[in-house]
């Protein structure tokens, strides 16, 4: 296998499904099925999740709420669809450890770097919850922090869309796929992948990035046991 060590990150909008609001069940379920099929076959998997199906930081302002406060709301929201993602995984008979940036000792562990490492080594999911435990990084920051930490090979970013395009494809229908471009190219085309802050530790740790379709019924296993050319990636 090509990557060893794996960080996904998935956005909460994604757990809508064909909701307004909340978690969808069958989306819940998918990725959780998903994501066993590729630690049953040996990859030790680590998982960052967004809560903008719940609620967005950034968008405190429009309601009267200061962004750090926001911003702490919006980690709380991580750890809900962070621990909804964890009874889907178990459910799979899959062990996992729930690890947060804040502090949530009912609920989960303390985020420890080698502790996370070691629940990996045995075969655990590690859920990283809660971004960093610190206002104004969002989740891809958080996503680029941990995985340079605990020392992944790539980072998944799984999305609606089946890698990155010249153009929005769901807005320019003749806007092409890349299968693989640079973190140079990246910033000369000005595409938009992750937050700036998470683009940078990616770039000046070489660590790549791969985008690609989650919502696509197996892509996750093709693209790292049967090793597919699915999505684009990113690298230096």
């Known amino acids: ?27 819940l379920q998918q990725y959780a099925t998903e994501i066993q099929r590729v630690a049953k076959a040996g990859i030790e998997v680590a998982l960052v999740i967004g809560g903008g199906n719940i ?24 750890m809900i669809n962070a621990m909804a993602l964890q009874s889907a995984l178990e459910n799979e008979n899959l062990y996992t450890r729930l690890m947060s940036g804040m502090k949530m000792e009912a609920c989960a562990e303390p985020y420890i770097r080698r502790r996370a490492v070691r629940h990996l080594e ?14 104004y990084f969002t989740t891809d920051s958080a996503a680029a922090l941990r995985a340079i930490e605990i020392e992944a090979d790539v980072v998944l970013k799984g ?59 197996g892509n996750l296993y093709k693209l790292l046991i049967e090793e597919n050319e699915i999505g684009t990636i990113v690298h230096s």
């Open 1 to 27: 296998m090509k990557y060893k060590r794996i960080l996904l990150k998935l956005s909460g909008e994604a757990l809508l499904g064909e909701k307004s609001f909340g978690i969808d069940s069958l989306r």
């Open 55 to 78: 609620f967005r930081g950034m968008s405190a302002d429009e309601i009267g709420i200061d962004r750090v406060q926001g911003d702490y709301m919006g980690m709380l929201a991580t």
């Open 122 to 135: 045995k075969g655990r999911i590690v859920i990283f919850g809660a971004g960093t435990g610190n206002p």
């Open 159 to 217: 999305t609606r869309v089946d890698g990155i395009y010249t153009a929005d494809p769901e807005k320019d229908s003749s806007a092409i796929r890349y299968t693989d471009i640079s973190f140079g190219e990246v910033f000369e085309k000005g595409l938009h992948i992750m937050d700036m802050t998470a683009f940078t530790l990616c770039q000046e740790n070489n660590l790549p990035i791969i985008v690609f379709d989650m919502n696509k019924p």
